[in-house]
């Protein structure tokens, strides 16, 4: 039986200008977020709208603005 590792995801092999880099993180996050959705899906989420979510909450952590330690206000 072959027993995947989803803790570990592997590194990439090429650089990020790389043509093939997307694709080959697309083969490294795959079996993730299928185990994800499997155990979303298990608990009794509906698998649609945690594939929606996931979307959401990934295309947030990109969004999310933090103001730079110049910008945040001062502690007096």
Do not use: C, H, Q
């Not at 200008?17 to 083969?27: G, H, P, Q, R, S």
């Not at 490294?28 to 979303?40: I, S």
């Not at 009794?44 to 959401?56: C, E, L, Q, S, V």
């Not at 295309?59 to 603005?65: C, G, H, S, V, Y």
């Amino acid at each position: 039986m072959n027993v995947m590792n989803l803790t570990v995801i592997t590194p990439p092999s090429r650089a990020a200008t790389d043509l093939n880099y997307e694709a080959d993180l697309k083969v490294a996050l795959d079996p993730v977020l299928e185990d994800l959705l499997d155990r979303t899906e298990a608990a009794g989420w509906d698998r649609r709208k945690a594939a929606y979510t996931i979307m959401f909450l990934a295309a947030r952590k990109l969004t999310d603005t933090r103001p730079s330690p110049e910008i945040a206000p001062s502690v007096s």
